[in-house]
């Protein structure tokens, strides 16, 4: 199964492996615009049936990391096209991953100097890289936030939509919005990070309003049949508190993107555990509650696991993530059950070709 081709009503994908988002670092952090380096290391990933972009700020205050590709502008979209293009030409399908750090940011990367936006004040203990003043890179604290006015927030779901059409003339075929990881709209859902008193706090509907009304606005440009929704209910990345309920949480938004035809819903399992953990109960729920495709992601190395997910029925694609860094043709290596390269986790974000063209293949 995993090696066959997957057809929603408006995509057909080569295979149910997906190359899961990863932040890489490469680009210019003054203009953003994606460059040649980029192109050649998702071209040569393209055998995946879905390659979902690095997260791309949808505006220079949405930024929370130096070097990362965006896409708020047309020269931003126009560099992305060579990219989709070489996807398209090895048989490969690409979305965009649209990202707002929200509070996972600081002044420093932001060309205005503005302080990371926020739903409320509270800071994150994480820290960033940051330019500092001889040149040099340093890592530091967050920044402190700033709580979002209304008005600030409909100009971020002005910025997520305009970013989906950019994405369409960048020659993606979908958007994921990522709702992930402790960025602004899981900062949003948070309810220990969420203390407004608006129509954005407090309740469950309250605390994802901005998260479906981005969602909604995104549709509006491109269709929900090309839209991607990531969520991590375990996850603890960013300083995020644990869910206290994921069971009422995350079903309850299933039905919501359910309710609206929303192509995807890509679930990132933490602790890698989909057989025992709470993923267990959680798949099937949103199962129920979701019609369009699940992507899993988080832990996946071999073709049995993830045969055994989609076996299961608790998964349509299998997202996959550190293994396609050190693995260019890793969906080759998984078809003969070769063994893979290690990831080298010191180039991550470290800048250059080292660590991200230079992977052999078999
Ligand atoms: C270097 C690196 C960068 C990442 N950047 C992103 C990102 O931009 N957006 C996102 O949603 N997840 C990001 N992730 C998380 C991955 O998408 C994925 O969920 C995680 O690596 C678990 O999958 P794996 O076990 O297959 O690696 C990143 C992970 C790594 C290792």
């Avoid at 949003?188 to 407090?202: E, H, T, V």
């Avoid at 694609?317 to 986790?345: H, M, Q, T």
Wanted: glycine share 8%; proline share 6%.
């Amino acid at each position: 199964m995993l090696f066959d081709s997957f057809a929603t009503s408006a995509l057909r994908f080569a295979n149910r492996i997906a190359m899961a988002p990863m932040t890489r670092c490469r680009a210019d952090h003054r203009d953003a615009v994606p460059n040649d380096l980029i192109l050649e290391y998702y071209r040569q990933r393209a055998s995946a049936g879905l390659i979902i972009s690095e997260g791309v700020p949808v505006s220079d205050r949405g930024r929370g990391y130096l070097n990362t590709p965006a896409l708020w502008n047309e020269a931003q979209a126009a560099g992305w096209k060579p990219v989709t293009d070489a996807v398209h030409a090895a048989g490969g399908k690409m979305f965009a991953q649209l990202w707002h750090c929200g509070r996972i940011a600081h002044a420093a990367l932001h060309a205005d100097g503005s302080a990371p936006a926020a739903p409320s004040i509270k800071a994150a203990a994480t820290p960033v890289m940051i330019p500092a003043d001889d040149g040099k890179v340093i890592s530091t604290a967050c920044g402190q936030p700033q709580a979002l006015s209304i008005q600030e927030i409909r100009g971020v779901i002005a910025e997520f939509a305009h970013a989906a059409k950019l994405a369409m003339q960048a020659g993606f075929d979908g958007v994921e919005i990522h709702g992930a990881n402790g960025y602004l709209l899981d900062q949003f859902r948070c309810p220990a990070l969420n203390n407004r008193s608006d129509a954005y706090g407090g309740p469950l509907a309250n605390r994802y309003r901005l998260l479906l009304e981005v969602v909604d606005a995104a549709a509006a440009e491109i269709g929900p049949q090309r839209i991607v929704v990531r969520q991590s209910p375990w996850g603890l990345n960013n300083d995020m508190v644990a869910d206290p309920e994921p069971m009422a949480t995350y079903p309850w938004l299933a039905r919501e993107l359910n309710r609206r035809d929303i192509g995807f819903l890509h679930i990132y399992c933490q602790t890698n555990d989909w057989i025992h953990d709470a993923a267990h109960s959680m798949m099937p729920a949103l199962r129920d509650a979701f019609h369009g495709a699940i992507i899993a992601c988080g832990g996946f190395k071999t073709a049995a696991a993830c045969e055994a997910i989609l076996a299961r029925g608790q998964a349509d694609l299998i997202a996959i993530g550190k293994p396609f860094i050190s693995n260019p043709d890793l969906v080759e290596r998984l078809r003969r059950d070769a063994p893979l390269n290690k990831w080298d986790s010191a180039s991550f974000y470290a800048g250059g070709e080292k660590g991200y063209t230079d992977y052999p293949t078999l």
